[in-house]
């Protein structure tokens, strides 16, 4: 089975500050992990995804993930924070295999100040 | 990638009756995922719906309450039985397409139970 925890469902940060949001995950197969963004009333957005090639993986707006095994983690970050990146953050897991679905956490509100 | 029409985008329903939602996919996928996103929270699992059985449940959701139909490649609905307000949330279904494929989503039905 997997699931995935997200540590601190509030993350505050200036603008122009580093963004970390964190994501540990569990799972008895090689995953694949992703990253969504939820804008209010707005539907989901893949940022990036993991599914075995580099571990290093670069997404939209700036994004971008490490997935460590040895840590079983997978942290998005992004070097500086901009006012629209404020938004819910969603970190989530699946398999691998086909026809598995996704398994989120819980979810990280990213606030932005000026 | 596929492409999701989701329908109803909204609805406003009495409690105690039903709602269907559907899904049409513009290509032809074996495994369709519904979610249910509550208000405020991350997205929970329905259920995953297989061309031609039943669909499986995860722990929590019940086949009188979430009934799932599935009658061919590129179509499936999910139906919210017995509405009560506490059933009021976004439900989403979404399909992948293969191992390194990603995952799409349909755009979600927002309900709302008075």
């Known amino acids: 089975a997997q699931s995935v925890t997200q540590l601190g469902s509030h993350v505050s940060v200036s603008e122009g500050a580093l963004v970390l949001l964190r994501c540990n995950y569990s799972?008895?197969?090689?995953?694949?992990l992703f990253w969504y963004v939820q804008y209010p009333n707005q539907g989901l957005q893949l940022l990036l995804k993991?599914?075995?090639?580099?571990?290093l993986v670069k997404g939209i707006n700036g994004f971008e993930a490490e997935f460590k095994k040895s840590e079983t983690s997978f942290h998005l970050t992004k070097p500086s924070a901009h006012m629209s990146d404020a938004a819910e953050y969603f970190c989530?897991?699946?398999?691998?295999?086909?026809?598995?679905?996704?398994?989120f956490g819980k979810g990280t509100t990213l606030s932005v100040s000026s | 990638s596929a492409v999701i029409s989701q329908k109803p985008s909204r609805d406003i329903c009495q409690r105690g009756t039903s709602l269907t939602i559907q899904c049409q996919v513009d290509s032809q996928v074996t495994m369709m995922f519904w979610y249910r996103q509550q208000p405020g929270q991350s997205l929970t699992l329905i259920a995953t719906?297989?061309?031609?059985?039943?669909?499986?449940?995860e722990s929590g959701f019940v086949i009188d309450k979430f009934p799932i139909s599935r009658p061919n490649l590129t179509f499936s609905t999910l139906t919210v039985s017995n509405l009560s307000p506490e059933d009021s949330s976004i439900y989403l279904c979404s399909v992948t397409q293969g191992k390194n494929a990603g995952y799409t989503f349909g755009s979600g039905t927002r309900l709302t139970v008075v």
């Open positions: 989530a897991v699946s398999g691998g295999q086909a026809g598995t679905a996704l398994i």
């Open positions: 993991y599914t075995s090639a580099a571990t």
């Open positions: 719906a297989n061309q031609g059985s039943e669909a499986t449940y």
């Open positions: 799972s008895s197969v090689p995953p694949y």
